[in-house]
T-cell receptor, first 112, second 115 residues
Framework: DTEVTQTPKHLVMGMTNKKSLKCEQH?????MYWYKQKAKKPPELMFV???????INESVPSRFSPECPNSSLLNLHLHALQPEDSALYLC???????????FGDGTRLSIL | AQSVTQLDSQVPVFEEAPVELRCNYS??????LFWYVQYPNQGLQLLLK??????LVKGINGFEAEFNKSQTSFHLRKPSVHISDTAEYFC?????????????FGKGTKLSVIP
């Protein structure tokens, strides 16, 4: 069982919809991450939160909006997505000092 | 800047045979090294890590890896593979220290175990 929980597991949405992906961890980690993974590719970093503050935004389009309400929760708000945004979205968490990142099982997103 | 090269995109191997998945890295500073496994329709699971100390690192599911600083390599090995080892394997590096969050992945190696 993974210690990082992501919901929903699957999401199908139209290009005009607004939806949110959720991620939760209870390991006391103070760094949390969003990654995007296309088929047969490694994960690509999107955002990093450290102590609930946004530390890294890898030039992600504004149709993706991250939010970190507290140290255990991480959200990714989606609006007006494009078909090329269809992918597996992975959440991860870690201690802040270079320790391994622990990944959730991801949300598989399909944009119609 | 860091980079990771996984030399083989696909490795087919017969069940109960040994396997080695190769990983080389490039970095101007010291690094932490990781191997992750991804089973179909799942997230990434940490197999093993090298942070410091002994260069031979043992991980889960019978895997081990050896850090070779002179050759900048961190190859993953298993003496006898099972069907359940069929998965994608990613090598990754990260700088040590607080505030260093970037995890640089290799392109992955697909291990296919043949019955």
């Amino acid at each position: 069982d993974t210690e990082v929980t992501q919901t929903p597991k699957h999401l199908v949405m139209g290009m005009t919809n607004k939806k949110s992906l959720k991620c939760e961890q209870h390991m006391g980690h103070r760094a949390m991450y969003w990654y995007k993974q296309k088929a047969k590719k490694p994960p690509e970093l999107m955002f990093v939160y450290s102590y609930e503050k946004l530390s890294i935004n890898e030039s992600v389009p504004s149709r993706f909006s991250p939010e970190c309400p507290n140290s255990s929760l991480l959200n990714l708000h989606l609006h007006a997505l494009q078909p090329e945004d269809s992918a597996l979205y992975l959440c991860a968490s870690s201690q802040v000092s270079g320790q391994p990142q622990h990944f959730g099982d991801g949300t598989r997103l399909s944009i119609l | 800047a860091q980079s990771v090269t996984q030399l083989d995109s696909q490795v087919p191997v017969f069940e109960e045979a040994p396997v080695e998945l190769r990983c080389n890295y490039s970095s101007s500073v010291s690094v932490y090294l990781f191997w992750y496994v991804q089973y179909p329709n799942q997230g990434l699971q940490l197999l093993l890590k090298y942070l410091s100390g002994s260069t031979l690192v043992k991980g889960i599911n019978g895997f081990e890896a050896e850090f070779n600083k002179s050759q900048t390599s961190f190859h993953l090995r298993k003496p006898s593979v099972h069907i359940s080892d069929t998965a994608e394997y990613f090598c990754a590096v990260r700088s040590p220290g607080a505030g260093s969050y970037q995890l640089t992945f290799g392109k992955g190696t697909k291990l296919s175990v043949i019955p």
